[in-house]
């Protein structure tokens, strides 16, 4: 079994930042891939980033692209969001999920959820 608490989400302004934190916890999380995805209201569940504890590719959404920067920080066993320039368009619940996902924008191959943080952008 794996745990994920994630923090950090409120209020931001359009242009400023916000960082989400995820923390795992579980005998087997360090096997996995950790994503981040979104969900706004009315929406479908979208992804947004995603890293591996091991390092490699950190992949982004486009629309996240040169904004957000996913890290990770393995003695913490935390995964970090930090979102930058903001826009009202981020406004979402944000997810922290882990999984063997071989395709890190798959929702479906992530078999882990965080309770969610929401992250409201005002313009």
């Known amino acids: 079994q794996v745990q994920l608490v994630e923090s950090g989400g409120g209020l931001g302004q359009a242009g400023g930042s916000l960082r989400l934190s995820c923390v795992a916890s579980?005998?087997?999380?360090?096997?996995?891939?950790m994503g981040w995805f979104r969900q706004a209201p009315g929406k479908e569940r979208e992804f947004v980033a995603a890293?591996?504890?091991?390092?490699?590719?950190?992949p982004y959404a486009d629309s996240v692209k040169g904004r957000f920067t996913i890290s990770s920080d393995n003695a913490k066993n935390t995964v970090y969001l930090q979102m930058n320039s903001l826009k009202p368009e981020d406004t979402a619940v944000y997810y922290c999920?882990?999984?063997?996902?071989?395709?890190?924008?798959?929702?479906?191959?992530?078999?882990?959820w965080g309770q969610g943080t929401q992250v409201t952008v005002s313009s």
């Open positions: 890293i591996s504890w091991t390092g490699g590719s950190k």
């Open positions: 999920a882990a999984g063997p996902a071989l395709i890190p924008s798959m929702s479906s191959l992530y078999g882990y």
């Open positions: 579980g005998r087997t999380f360090r096997d996995y891939r």
